[in-house]
């Protein structure tokens, strides 16, 4: 590790959004609430963005390091610290909040105090997860945010709320128990809740079967892997605006995060002996995914499943276990958060004016929000992976290493994107042109200043990334070639010669 920092950048992004909170408690009405958030989100990710410049990429270390004594007497310890990984998603959650604020702003008129402390409890939490290096500060991080997330599905959700809520929570929760069950079986083992600690160690070949298995079923749930889905599709069309941004942009990836932090350096026996499983699975969510968004009639349920096939390449490029599919993972996780994050914000839009989710009540509004229609026409091109957009590079890298470790497996994955492509452009062409009977739009206004300040660092992200993703791939790449060394170092023995 490198040395403690003297400032404590990520303690501080932590607790920010708490004082923020704390304060936003005492200000007496709407409108100061939704500007103080705004405010106070906003000075947390610019305060982040350092952490972006300073960062060392020619080391897989973990950087920013804090260290504190906790809980002694259970050899838990207030430690952080963030890789090449990590880095990338604590900055994509900084970087959303404040966007999840603005598309917030008229979507949420009632008890707007307690929206917003949920939503930056929410950032303090998911910030955690990325950067928690003890195994029981990752875990009061990662239940942290089930509180909040079932809270903004309950209380400020559509017509079905309350049985998204309780489905969402109901599934999370099931899965932190196989979580937490995982994590005390390696403390028994090595001493202590360190995650660096448990990495590299020779358990043996049963003992990371069981481990690896429950480590699945936690972030197979969260990701979600098909079967795991179900409780997504109900939470994202029930959810506000705001939540469904930021469950499809930041709280998806936590399972492919504990993916990449648990299962490969810590039990990598299993990982190799269930990846092929996993692959399978993989490419049947990509598929399963794609086919149920290009039947959906409800705007937000095809941006939904269509989270599905996406996080379907995330964990392909995972357990491909290669540089060229981790890092197209890596990117795809990014690229996710950007572009669905950006498409659920267009579908908020259209319900603010139209309070209709469907397609064909939304049909041919580009004559009368031309501007609107161009941010739409971008991010479901960056949806379906269009070369220059950001989703290609990650898709194209996933595939490459896919093709790298099986040719049969990347044959059955690439009817997927056709398949993206099929669904993305039916709803663009729906939404901007329409047929030759569309409903009459003539009272619709374009897109106001606020509603283009929310949708364009998004856009820009989207090109930034696809013309020019080097500076992200490099900051990953030492870290992912020093998982791929240490998951393969720490095979037993006996599993050494596992093909």
Same mark, same amino acid.
């Given at each position: 590790?490198?040395?403690?920092?003297?400032?404590?950048?990520?303690?501080?992004?932590?607790?920010?959004?708490?004082?923020?909170?704390?304060?936003? %408690?005492?200000?007496?009405?709407?409108?100061?609430?939704?500007?103080?958030?705004?405010?106070?989100?906003?000075?947390?990710?610019?305060?982040? $963005?350092? #952490?972006?410049?300073?960062?060392?990429?020619?080391?897989?270390?973990?950087?920013?390091?804090?260290?504190?004594?906790?809980?002694?007497? $259970?050899?838990?310890?207030?430690?952080?610290?963030?890789?090449?990984?990590?880095?990338?998603?604590?900055?994509?959650?900084?970087?959303?909040?404040?966007?999840?604020?603005?598309?917030?702003?008229? =979507?949420?008129?009632?008890?707007?105090?307690? *929206?917003?402390?949920?939503?930056?409890?929410?950032?303090?939490?998911?910030?955690?997860?990325?950067?928690? $290096?003890?195994?029981?500060?990752?875990?009061?991080?990662?239940?942290?945010?089930?509180? +909040?997330?079932?809270?903004?599905?309950?209380?400020?959700?559509?017509?079905?709320?309350?049985?998204?809520?309780?489905?969402?929570? !109901?599934?999370?929760?099931?899965?932190?128990?196989?979580? !937490?069950?995982?994590?005390?079986?390696?403390?028994?083992?090595?001493?202590?809740?360190?995650?660096?600690?448990?990495?590299?160690?020779?358990?043996?070949?049963?003992?990371?079967?069981?481990?690896?298995?429950?480590?699945?079923?936690?972030?197979?749930?969260?990701?979600?892997?098909?079967?795991?889905?179900?409780?997504?599709?109900?939470?994202?069309?029930?959810?506000?605006?705001?939540?469904? %941004?930021?469950?499809?942009? @930041?709280?998806?990836?936590?399972?492919?995060?504990?993916?990449?932090?648990?299962?490969?350096?810590?039990?990598? =026996?299993?990982?190799?002996?269930?990846?092929? =499983?996993?692959?399978?699975?993989? %490419?049947?969510?990509?598929?399963?995914?794609?086919?149920?968004?290009?039947?959906?009639?409800?705007?937000?349920?095809?941006?939904?499943?269509?989270?599905?096939?996406?996080?379907?390449?995330?964990?392909?490029?995972?357990?491909?276990?290669?540089?060229?599919?981790?890092?197209?993972?890596?990117? @795809?996780?990014?690229?996710?958060?950007?572009?669905?994050?950006?498409?659920?914000?267009?579908?908020?839009?259209?319900?603010?004016?139209?309070?209709?989710?469907?397609?064909?009540?939304?049909?041919?509004?580009?004559?009368?929000?031309?501007?609107?229609?161009?941010?739409?026409? %971008?991010?479901?091109?960056?949806? #379906?992976?269009?070369?220059?957009?950001?989703?290609?590079?990650?898709?194209?890298?996933?595939?490459?290493?896919?093709?790298?470790?099986?040719?049969?497996?990347?044959?059955?994955?690439?009817?997927?994107?056709?398949? &993206?492509?099929?669904?993305?452009?039916?709803?663009?062409?729906?939404? &901007?042109?329409?047929?030759?009977?569309?409903?009459?739009?003539?009272?619709?206004?374009? !897109?106001?200043?606020?509603?283009?300040?929310?949708?364009?660092?998004? #856009?820009?992200?989207? *090109?930034?990334?696809?013309?020019?993703?080097?500076?992200?791939?490099?900051?990953?790449?030492?870290?992912?070639?020093?998982?791929?060394?240490?998951?393969?170092?720490?095979? +037993?023995?006996?599993?050494?010669?596992?093909?």
């Amino acid at each position: 590790m490198t040395p403690t920092t003297s400032l404590p950048m990520l303690s501080l992004l932590i607790f920010g959004p708490l004082a923020a909170a704390a304060v936003a %408690v005492l200000l007496p009405n709407d409108r100061l609430q939704r500007w103080w958030a705004l405010i106070s989100t906003s000075a947390i990710a610019a305060f982040s $963005l350092p #952490l972006f410049w300073r960062f060392n990429p020619d080391t897989a270390a973990f950087q920013f390091t804090e260290h504190a004594s906790w809980i002694p007497w $259970l050899k838990a310890d207030y430690a952080l610290g963030i890789d090449g990984i990590s880095l990338l998603l604590v900055l994509l959650t900084t970087l959303i909040t404040p966007l999840c604020v603005l598309a917030s702003w008229r =979507y949420i008129t009632t008890r707007v105090k307690e *929206f917003m402390i949920c939503f930056l409890i929410m950032e303090a939490a998911m910030v955690g997860v990325f950067s928690a $290096l003890d195994a029981i500060l990752f875990f009061v991080f990662w239940e942290s945010m089930l509180i +909040p997330m079932t809270l903004l599905i309950g209380v400020w959700g559509g017509p079905r709320r309350i049985y998204a809520s309780i489905k969402f929570f !109901i599934y999370t929760m099931s899965g932190s128990v196989f979580l !937490i069950v995982a994590l005390i079986a390696l403390r028994i083992q090595t001493g202590s809740f360190s995650i660096p600690g448990m990495m590299g160690q020779p358990y043996t070949p049963d003992f990371q079967i069981w481990v690896f298995a429950a480590f699945f079923i936690s972030f197979a749930i969260k990701v979600p892997m098909f079967p795991f889905h179900t409780w997504l599709p109900a939470a994202h069309v029930e959810a506000p605006t705001a939540g469904s %941004v930021i469950l499809a942009s @930041v709280l998806l990836k936590m399972g492919t995060y504990g993916f990449l932090r648990f299962c490969l350096p810590i039990t990598p =026996y299993a990982t190799r002996l269930f990846a092929p =499983y996993i692959l399978g699975l993989s %490419v049947i969510a990509i598929l399963y995914g794609g086919l149920t968004a290009l039947a959906q009639s409800d705007l937000k349920k095809l941006v939904a499943y269509s989270s599905v096939g996406h996080m379907g390449f995330a964990t392909l490029g995972i357990f491909v276990l290669n540089a060229h599919g981790i890092e197209g993972a890596t990117l @795809v996780m990014i690229n996710h958060g950007v572009t669905t994050g950006a498409l659920f914000i267009c579908v908020g839009i259209i319900y603010e004016r139209l309070h209709t989710r469907d397609l064909s009540e939304a049909a041919g509004i580009g004559k009368y929000m031309p501007i609107f229609s161009g941010f739409l026409g %971008v991010f479901c091109l960056s949806s #379906l992976a269009f070369p220059g957009t950001n989703s290609f590079i990650g898709e194209f890298l996933v595939l490459a290493g896919s093709f790298g470790h099986s040719k049969v497996l990347t044959a059955c994955a690439v009817p997927g994107v056709v398949i &993206a492509a099929a669904y993305m452009l039916r709803m663009l062409q729906k939404v &901007a042109w329409g047929g030759t009977r569309n409903p009459d739009h003539a009272g619709l206004t374009d !897109i106001d200043f606020r509603e283009i300040v929310t949708l364009t660092p998004l #856009l820009v992200f989207v *090109f930034w990334i696809g013309l020019h993703p080097q500076p992200f791939v490099r900051v990953m790449h030492p870290t992912v070639l020093h998982l791929i060394e240490q998951a393969g170092a720490a095979l +037993p023995p006996a599993a050494a010669a596992l093909p």
